[in-house]
């Protein structure tokens, strides 16, 4: 069975500082994608990153980027310079076969002014 | 560009009632997931339907079924509400060729009294 992992349920930052944020994951499959989801109060949830397994490259995309460690099963989230808008539910995922994509239980981030 | 659209935006039903959720797909999409989110939760696999049928399916009861339309729209329908069923339900689309992550609407709230 695959599962996602989050052991920080809250999590906060200083405006304009840096925070990471943990996943963990599960999987017997050797061709995975990996994604966090951004939930703010509006409900919407917000594709933020993704990964592709078998790149070893780890992705970025402006202030957000990954450290995927494939050995691991780890990975994690990196936020530079915060802002206020970044504060919302954060939710790790792993996309399986067939499309299917299993999420974390999700952090909850705070972006103190 | 029109991305998920979910309807209704909040329902209250009496326990006991059925209650059918809607949900039309990104254009371009072929492949509409539901899941279920409790408040303060991950989201949690229910079902995905691909060229109408049930594709895949999560640790849900058969009160839960679904449906997709040959527009590959969808319909969430759950029978014999319990209050246990209050939660946002999402859904999700996707392409079968695009691993970009899924596009998801922005929900619809179930409240069962």
């Known amino acids: 069975a695959q599962t996602v992992t989050q052991s920080q349920p809250e999590m906060s930052v200083q405006e304009a500082e840096t925070v990471t944020l943990s996943c963990t994951y599960d999987?017997?499959?050797?061709?995975?994608?990996l994604f966090w989801y951004k939930q703010p109060p509006s409900r919407q949830m917000i594709l933020v990153i993704r990964q592709e397994a078998y790149k070893q490259q780890n992705a970025t995309e402006n202030r957000f980027s990954v450290n995927f460690q494939k050995a691991a099963k780890s990975f994690s989230l990196k936020i530079s310079d915060s802002q206020l808008g970044d504060a919302a539910m954060y939710f790790c995922?792993?996309?399986?076969?067939?499309?299917?994509?299993?999420f974390g239980p999700g952090t909850s981030l705070s972006v103190i002014p | 560009d029109a991305g998920v659209t979910q309807s209704p935006t909040h329902l209250i039903k009496t326990r006991g009632q059925q209650v059918t959720l809607r949900c039309s797909p990104k254009s371009g999409h072929d492949t509409v997931s539901w899941y279920q989110q409790a408040l303060g939760q991950g989201p949690q696999f229910i079902f995905q339907?691909?060229?109408?049928?049930?594709?895949q399916r999560g640790n849900f009861p058969d009160r839960f079924s679904g449906h997709q339309f040959p527009n590959y729209s969808s319909e969430l329908n759950v029978n014999a509400l319990l209050l246990g069923d209050s939660a946002l339900y999402l859904c999700a689309s996707s392409s079968g060729t695009d691993y970009s992550g899924y596009t998801f609407g922005s929900g619809t709230r179930l409240t069962v009294v």
């Open positions: 999987t017997s499959e050797s061709d995975y994608y």
């Open positions: 995922a792993s996309r399986t076969s067939y499309d299917k994509v299993i």
């Open positions: 339907y691909y060229e109408e049928e049930e594709r």
